[in-house]
C-alpha cells in the first residue's frame, strides 16, 4: 500500500472558512479598481487574494473538489480586463466598441479559460433554468416595473446622478443609450451572477457568495454611474438579483427582471434630459 494516501476534502464549515478570506480580498479589488480608482490597489488585492488560496490549498484538496484558487483566478481575470478601460458612460462609437471589447472580453475569457484550459466547466449560462416561470415570478416583473417608476426618477433627478450619463437630445444618441442600457443590463447577469457569484458559490455559503458578488456588482455600477446614494438601490438590488437566479435557476429570468428594470432607468435618463418630453408618465 502507498504511503502517500490521496488528498481528502475537508469538511464544508471547514472549506467555508478557508475560502472566506482569499475571496473577500479578491472581491474587494472591485472597489479599489471602480470605486476608489486605484488599480494598483486592485491587482495588490487579486494577487494575495489568489496567492493565499493556492497557499491554503497545496496538497489539501481532493482531485475532484473545486479549486478556489482556479475560480477566484477566473473572477480575478474577468475583473483585470473590464479595468482596462475607464466606465464613464460615453455613446460615441469609439467608446461603444471599447465598452463591448472589454465587457464581452471579461465574459468570454473566463469562461474559455474554465472550459478549455481548466476543463471544469464552472461557467455555465443556464438559459432556461428551472423550466416555466411560476405565479410569484411573473408577479416579480410587475413589481420591478411598479418600485422603478416610484423609485429612479427621485434617485436620479433628485441626486443630480443623471448628468452621469451623456445628454441624450436626438434620435440618434437616445438610440444609442436604449441599446448601452440594454447590453450593460445583460453583461451585470453574464459576470456577476452567472460567473463571479457561481464561482464564489462552489467554495462559500449561499449568504456569504451572495454578499462577496454584490461588493463587485456595485462597485462597478458606481463608476458606470450609480453614485450620491446610489448603493441604496443597487446593493438590494445584487443581493435579491443572486437570490432569485439561486431559486429559480434560470439566467431568461434574472436577465428579464434586469431588462426591464434598466427599461425604467433609459426612459429616467431621456426624461431627465428632455424636460418636458415625457411629462406625465414620472411623478418628478
Not at 481575470?77 to 469609439?94: E, F, P, Q, R, Y
Not at 451623456?166 to 442600457?181: C, E, H, K, S, Y
Not at 462577496?212 to 448603493?231: D, H, M, N, T
Request: proline share 5%.
Amino acid at each position: 500500500m502507498s504511503s502517500h494516501a490521496a488528498p481528502v476534502a475537508a469538511p464544508v464549515a471547514a472549506r467555508w472558512t478557508r475560502a472566506v478570506v482569499p475571496a473577500l480580498l479578491v472581491c474587494l479589488a472591485a472597489p479599489a479598481y471602480f470605486v476608489l480608482l486605484q488599480p494598483l490597489l486592485g491587482a495588490a488585492l487579486l494577487a494575495v487574494g489568489v496567492g493565499s488560496a493556492f497557499a491554503l490549498e497545496r496538497g489539501r484538496v481532493a482531485a475532484s473538489a473545486p479549486s478556489l484558487t482556479r475560480d477566484l483566478s477566473l473572477i480575478a481575470l474577468g475583473m483585470v480586463i473590464v479595468s482596462t478601460i475607464s466606465l464613464a458612460a460615453k455613446l460615441d462609437d469609439l467608446s461603444m466598441v471599447r465598452f463591448t471589447l472589454a465587457l464581452g472580453g471579461a465574459v468570454a475569457v473566463p469562461y474559455a479559460v474554465s472550459r478549455w484550459v481548466y476543463r471544469d466547466h464552472a461557467i455555465r449560462f443556464p438559459w432556461r433554468g428551472g423550466g416555466r416561470w411560476k405565479t410569484w415570478q411573473w408577479a416579480w416583473l410587475g413589481g420591478v416595473i411598479v418600485l422603478g417608476w416610484v423609485l429612479l426618477p427621485f434617485y436620479f433627478i433628485t441626486s443630480g446622478v443623471y448628468q452621469n450619463w451623456p445628454v441624450v437630445d436626438t434620435p440618434n444618441l437616445i438610440a444609442r443609450l436604449f441599446v448601452g442600457v440594454g447590453a450593460v443590463g445583460i453583461w451585470d447577469e453574464l459576470f456577476f451572477i452567472c460567473t463571479v457569484f457561481v464561482l464564489l458559490r462552489r467554495h462559500l455559503h449561499v449568504a456569504l457568495a451572495t454578499v462577496l458578488q454584490a461588493i463587485v456588482f456595485v462597485s462597478f455600477l458606481w463608476e458606470l454611474g450609480y453614485r450620491a446614494w446610489g448603493p441604496g438601490l443597487t446593493i438590494p438590488f445584487a443581493l435579491l438579483q443572486a437570490v432569485i437566479f439561486l431559486k429559480t435557476r434560470s439566467l431568461a429570468y434574472v436577465v428579464t427582471v434586469h431588462l426591464l428594470f434598466d427599461a425604467v432607468v433609459f426612459a429616467v435618463l431621456v426624461h431627465a434630459h428632455n424636460p418636458g418630453l415625457l411629462d406625465g408618465i414620472f411623478l418628478v
